[in-house]
């Protein structure tokens, strides 16, 4: 390999081809955390992910409060495995 290793910033949202033994590290804020119970408690592991979601409306009203609301519970559909049915 030719010349020093470096770190980058990405400027530009998009699709990336990772090669590998490239290091890819998550922005400051959006990593998944990992809290574990304590030990005089129940044995449990949470994990939190954060989510951002983003509206690009074609110029109609939107009601923002009933798109949140469908958007949470699909996602807590998603994760208990439930589905939507």
Do not use: N, W
């Not at 119970?37 to 509206?55: D, K, L, M, Q, R």
């Amino acid at each position: 390999m030719s010349g020093a290793r470096r770190s980058a910033r990405v400027r530009r949202t998009g699709i990336a081809l990772v090669h590998e033994g490239e290091i890819i590290l998550p922005a400051p804020g959006s990593e998944a955390l990992l809290e574990r119970g304590t030990a005089s408690g129940p044995a449990a592991v949470h994990y939190h992910f954060p989510v951002e979601i983003e509206i690009i409306s074609g110029g109609a009203a939107i009601d923002l409060d009933a798109v949140a609301e469908h958007v949470l519970a699909r996602l807590s559909h998603g994760l208990d495995g439930t589905g939507e049915g």
